[in-house]
């Protein structure tokens, strides 16, 4: 058989989805006629649907090689390079497809799902390094400049912020593993004056939130437990979907807030000398959980719990 006859039956075969017979006459007419693009270029082809992909690609070099000014060179190696999901020099190949030839509409839907495709990877990127890299400390300047300011002893608020930071981040690792947080008071206990076989750094408060009486019967026990441990400071964490009562983000005026429909959790900071209250709002990208920025709220307006630590009338 001539070279032709023997492409006009891969042709035939690759049709009928039979790429592997489809190969093989391909292979015969190249040994026929082993500088002819178009037969490398089906080659390929075959190569690509039977998953033989570094043949494949090796073809659609060979494409290129043998005719330079011709999109179908390109086109394959642009779908080989897909497939191989290496969407960056897929992409390239592509566009030097159509730069051969402007008004090729399979290239130019090929670039444009392909455009997406890497945007939406590049996000993907993003998204998963924010996951992996928390670092809220730049975030909490204005509120180390307070702390400062209060307590007066660059060693103490020092601490504090630390205290704050650590909390807060292990809050949203937690968070980002299993799109929750129990609700917990974590204590920062002297360590010179505390009996820590007695009073544990985190106090579970599960039940806090599920009416007024709960809520009404768990501060004054916290507020012991500050006294008694010889805490410095508190951080409160509650999840905002376990939160019956008090529903601080409900209400209109000064009780509105702009993130009040998300979904996220409370950090509520008590120390004698200062009060904070953040909300770190959640929301769910490229099937991943992931939190914002925290955002400061009026703790006169949105307390989560009152006061736990008698307010200090002098600087300490």
Not at 282 to 291: A, M, P, Q, V
């Amino acid at each position: 058989m001539s070279a032709e006859a023997l492409k006009d039956e891969g042709n035939s075969q690759f049709k009928a989805g039979k790429y592997l017979k489809a190969a093989a006459l391909y292979t015969q007419a190249i040994k026929l006629q082993p500088t002819n693009a178009t037969l490398y270029s089906n080659r390929s082809a075959a190569f690509l649907h039977l998953v033989k992909l570094t043949k494949a690609l090796a073809d659609a070099d060979a494409t290129i090689s043998l005719h330079p000014d011709w999109e179908k060179g390109y086109f394959r190696k642009g779908c080989v390079l897909e497939a191989m999901h290496r969407y960056d020099h897929a992409l390239s190949a592509f566009q030097l497809a159509l730069l051969r030839n402007p008004h090729n509409s399979e290239v130019s839907s090929k670039i444009k799902r392909l455009s997406q495709l890497a945007r939406e990877t590049k996000r993907l990127l993003q998204v998963d390094t924010l996951r992996s890299n928390i670092n809220i400390s730049n975030l909490f300047q204005p509120f180390q400049s307070d702390l400062n300011h209060k307590c007066g002893q660059h060693q103490t608020s020092q601490e504090m912020f630390s205290f704050v930071i650590e909390v807060i981040e292990s809050a949203i690792k937690v968070w980002h593993d299993t799109s929750a947080v129990p609700p917990r008071v974590h204590f920062l206990l002297d360590k010179l004056k505390t009996d820590t076989d007695k009073f544990a750094p985190v106090v579970n408060i599960d039940k806090a939130f599920e009416s007024p009486d709960t809520h009404r019967e768990c501060y004054p026990y916290l507020r012991q437990y500050a006294v008694d441990s010889y805490s410095k400071a508190a951080c409160m964490i509650a999840p905002k979907s376990s939160i019956s009562y008090p529903q601080v983000w409900k209400g209109q005026g000064s009780r509105k807030w702009k993130l009040a429909q998300s979904d996220g959790f409370f950090v509520q900071f008590e120390s004698p000398m200062l009060r904070k209250l953040w909300f770190v709002p959640s929301s769910t990208e490229k099937g991943r959980t992931l939190c914002k920025n925290p955002e400061l709220l009026d703790i006169s307006v949105h307390e989560v719990v009152p006061r736990i630590f008698k307010e200090a009338s002098v600087v300490i």
